[in-house]
Each structure stands twice: as structure tokens, then as C-alpha cells.
């Protein structure tokens, strides 16, 4: 005797898990692309890796938060997952531009960075504070699903701020420091 499951359930259950799995795909294929552009676009392999953390961050806040209240994991984490990407990138990329560019200038990595958030930074945390704004409003709704969404979202977007003015900023100032600390040796083993 064999017994099989079927019916539309079943069928439902099984395109949610297929969804999931080709979401969780395609957004770390999207990370490894958006490493690699980040690479091309900056020249540089430190700015990579530097980069890289600050975009990881929101998405590691979401699943903590979806893994602490015990919530399953839908379809619109996984969408959830792309959009805080894509913003915390953006976000990412303004600031390491204008970075390099005060660099360019002449001054520190520290007044580079004071600098970056004399300009750059105003317009994130705007940006930001519309989009938390924008998604608070689903906290509102008496559908759960539109309400963890609107949650979830604002978390997200509130770790991509913290990652790209608070993590990113920090990272960049190690990173020289390290930078600096390895051409200081070279020059001295090289004398």
C-alpha cells in the first residue's frame, strides 16, 4: 500500500518552498553580482569586502528579528530581503563615492568622513526616514502579514542606515588605518 499526498494545499505549499528557494538564489547571486560591480566600480579590493558588510547587515537584522519572534518565512521576507538590499547598496555607493572624492581632495580619512556626512549623509537619513515613514503606516492594518511586512521593513531599513553611517564609516577607518600601518612597515623593511 502507498500512500500519497495531493490536492491544491499541497500544491500551494510546495510553490511557496520552490519560491522561497529561487528568492534565497537569486539574492545571493545578487550579492556575489553587486561585490563583484562594487569591485569594478571602485578599482579596488579593499572597498569590496568593506562594502560588502554594511549591505549584508539589515538583511542579518531581518532574519534575527523573523528568527526571534518565531515567524515562518514567507515569500514577502524573501521580496523583503531584496528591497532592503537594494536601498542599503544605494546608500552604500553614495557614500563611498563622495568618500573617495574628499579623499581626492587632499584630506584625511577623517575629515573625508566628517565631510561624506556633511552631504552625503543628510540625504540617507532622509531618504531613510521617508521609507520608514512610508512603511509605518502598514503597521496599522489589521491583515498580520501586512503588519510583520511593515515591521520587518522598518527594521530593515533602519539597520541599512545604522550599517552605512555607523558600521561603513568605521570600517573605512580601519581599513587605513590597517592601509597605513602595512605602507609604514614596508617603507621601514625596505630602508
Sequence with gaps: MTIKLT?????????????????GQSLGLAVVIITLVMLIEFRSWRFGPICLIPNIFPLVVISTC???SSQPF???????FTICLGIAVDDTIHFI???????????????????????????IISTTLIFV?????LFFSALKGYHHFG???????VAALAGDVIL??????????????????DNYSGE
Excluded at 568618500?99 to 549623509?121: D, M
Aim: proline content about 2%; overall charge positive; charged content about 15%.
Design 74 to 80: 514567507t515569500v514577502a521576507d524573501a521580496i523583503l
Design 133 to 137: 515613514f512610508s512603511f509605518a503606516g
Design 7 to 23: 490536492g491544491e494545499t499541497l500544491l500551494h505549499a510546495q510553490m511557496v518552498h520552490n519560491m522561497i528557494s529561487d528568492l
Design 97 to 123: 563615492s563622495r568618500y573617495r572624492q574628499e579623499l581626492r581632495k587632499n584630506h584625511s580619512p577623517e575629515a573625508a568622513i566628517l565631510n561624506t556626512f556633511h552631504t552625503v549623509g543628510k540625504a
Design 168 to 185: 561603513l564609516p568605521a570600517l573605512l577607518l580601519v581599513g587605513n588605518s590597517h592601509l597605513n600601518k602595512t605602507e609604514t612597515r
Design 66 to 68: 523573523i528568527v526571534l
Design 151 to 157: 515591521f520587518y521593513a522598518c527594521v530593515g531599513f
